[in-house]
């Protein structure tokens, strides 16, 4: 099955503890498609200005990402955000977010995409996935992401996409922002309530949590021992988790759980080092061998008492 993507596609400007980079390439669909592209067939949806380099289209084709649905908008410049990470890299702080084409953008899905089956709104305007959901026909699966600058500046859309998405992926401090409340379970049930059928909650370095009426999971975080920029994390995880259940067309709870399993793996890798470096020299028997650590420093076996 093929997925779907649409979001951002970037220049960063990134420090973290560990160096400093301007310009570099950058996204929520980017890093989503990326990691998504080892496990099914992608279509990327997005906007870039005329300042987007060529070599990075050229990288996305040859990642055999499909770039029919990338726009060049001509006289406008591409979406830059600039962040910094102190020694708590879980958390990211925006020094600016400069929308660019973003702010005009109005997607088109090509109608060769129409037919996608599976469905991922990466980070970006909600009432832009607004207006891709008006566009596509019933998938099986639609999961959205945010961030707090939609949370802070457009909370009445981003409440109308939940309404329309299966899944929602979120990390642990817009969670709590968003609902009002510290307590992470209950926060998810608060987004339950108001429509969506699961919530996955991305806590860095610490893991993820997953809940939906009937189940709940906790996916364990890594030891991590190389760790130099944690940007596109969540995004990875993301790709990882949908390109997946894409490739298997499987929505059990098992599955679910092995592909929460998988994101965490893609996200592993991504914040090894800079911008799309360690997704770009990524091979398949590592994502199998850490695929395999996750299940064996997480297994336990039942008490007798
Ligand atoms: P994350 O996976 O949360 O670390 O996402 C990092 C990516 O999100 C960066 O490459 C940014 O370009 C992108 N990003 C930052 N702010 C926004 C925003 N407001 N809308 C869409 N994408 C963003």
């Known amino acids: 099955m093929s997925l779907l993507i649409i979001g951002s596609v970037a220049l960063d400007s990134i420090?973290?503890?560990?160096g400093e980079k301007k310009d570099i390439l950058g996204g929520s669909a980017v890093y989503?498609?990326?990691?998504?592209?080892?496990?099914?067939?992608v279509k990327l949806v997005?906007?870039?200005g005329e300042d987007f380099p060529e070599e990075h289209v050229r990288f996305l084709e040859g990642q055999k990402i499909d770039v029919r649905g990338l726009q060049r908008i001509h006289g406008g410049k591409t979406f830059r955000w600039s962040g910094y990470y102190?020694?708590?890299?879980?958390?990211?702080?925006?020094?600016?977010?400069?929308l660019n084409v973003l702010g005009s953008f109005d997607p088109k899905i090509p109608p060769e995409f129409l037919d996608a089956e599976f469905v991922f709104l990466a980070n970006l305007d909600p009432a832009l996935q607004l207006k891709v959901l008006a566009q596509i026909k019933r998938p099986k699966l639609v999961a959205m992401d945010t961030m707090n600058f939609w949370i802070e500046n457009r909370r009445e859309d981003l409440h109308k996409v939940i309404k329309k998405v299966d899944i929602l992926l979120i990390n642990d401090a817009e969670l709590r922002q968003f609902m009002e409340t510290p307590n992470l379970p209950v926060a998810a049930r608060r987004l339950l309530e108001l429509g969506v059928k699961a919530v996955i909650v991305k806590k860095g370095e610490h893991g993820a949590l997953y809940f939906s009426h009937d189940e709940h999971f906790s996916a364990p975080s890594f030891p991590q021992a190389q760790f130099r920029d944690p940007t596109g994390a969540g995004d990875s995880f993301a790709g990882g988790f949908m390109g997946y259940l894409a490739k298997t067309d499987d929505l059990s709870h098992a599955n679910i759980r092995r592909a929460i399993i998988v994101g965490s793996v893609m996200a592993s890798f991504n914040v090894e080092d800079f911008s799309l470096d360690r997704l770009k020299r990524l091979q398949a028997h590592e994502i199998a061998e850490r695929f395999a650590e996750f299940k064996r420093f997480s297994h336990f076996d039942a008490v007798e008492l």
Do not use: L
């Open 46 to 48: 997005a906007a870039v």
């Open 15 to 18: 420090q973290t503890p560990f």
């Open 32 to 41: 989503a498609s990326v990691a998504a592209r080892f496990y099914c067939p």
């Open 86 to 98: 102190e020694y708590d890299m879980n958390q990211a702080h925006t020094r600016d977010t400069k």
